[in-house]
T-cell receptor
């Protein structure tokens, strides 16, 4: 199956700093990428959908200025958590879709903001 | 509105027992996909199955089987002869067809399965 990578897998940062998470599709071109957030013992909540070359579509309640998404190429999307605070600590998972209704998930990034 | 309900928050079984994880969904769409994913402690989501709403045939894959009942909007997952390695959180998910230009997945809240030796 298709492979999606995320980098870094874990990050610890101080409050107020910005953190960038990369999501790459390694062996296919991803026209659409998705970013999910998962709090401990909870489900995955879709944050935003991004299509290559266009602005991301954010879900209701997700601050687009807080969570910057860039989908610059067919194999790379980035999520930047700006001015991170402890409440942003979470598990962030990306997925990539090349053909309709087949999403391939990355391994996730665990963000801890001190 | 679309919604996926997994009423069982946690299930504990002893190895070799059979266990069924329930999934009930709501959608007004006539065509949709249903999924099951496994999330082990490492966090990575593992794809288990995708089922088209037009295909109500039950499926078996090794120790795993799925029962899709459109009449009751359920897509239950059974693990036969459970093993310790089956311990994980299992998510049921739904995506409507078509949906603009996205393939938005709506996840249930998950069922944490613990299999004890």
């Amino acid at each position: 199956g298709a492979v999606v990578s995320q980098h870094p897998s874990r990050v610890i940062c101080k409050s107020g700093t910005s953190v960038k998470i990369e999501c790459r599709s390694l062996d296919f071109q991803a026209t659409t990428m998705f970013w999910y957030r998962q709090f401990p013992k909870q489900s995955l909540m879709l944050m935003a959908t991004s299509n290559e070359g266009s602005k991301a579509t954010y879900e209701q309640g997700v601050e687009k200025d807080k969570f910057l998404i860039n989908h610059a190429s067919l194999t790379l999307s980035t999520l930047t958590v700006t001015s991170a605070h402890p409440e942003d600590s979470s598990f962030y998972i990306c997925s990539a879709s090349g053909t309709r209704n087949e999403q391939f998930f990355g391994p996730g990034t665990r963000l801890t903001v001190l | 509105a679309q919604k996926v309900t997994q009423a069982q928050t946690e299930i504990s079984v002893v190895e070799k027992e059979d266990v069924t994880l329930d999934c009930v969904y709501e959608t007004r769409d006539t065509t949709y996909y249903l999924f099951w994913y496994k999330q082990p402690p490492s966090g990575e989501l593992v794809f288990l199955i995708r089922r088209n709403s037009f295909d109500e045939q039950n499926e078996i894959s090794g120790r795993y089987s799925w029962n899709f009942q459109k009449s009751t909007s359920s897509f239950n997952f059974t693990i036969t002869a459970s093993q310790v390695v089956d311990s994980a959180v299992y998510f049921c998910a739904l995506t409507p067809l078509p949906f603009a230009n996205t393939d938005k997945l709506i996840f249930g809240t998950g069922t944490r399965l613990q299999v004890f030796p």
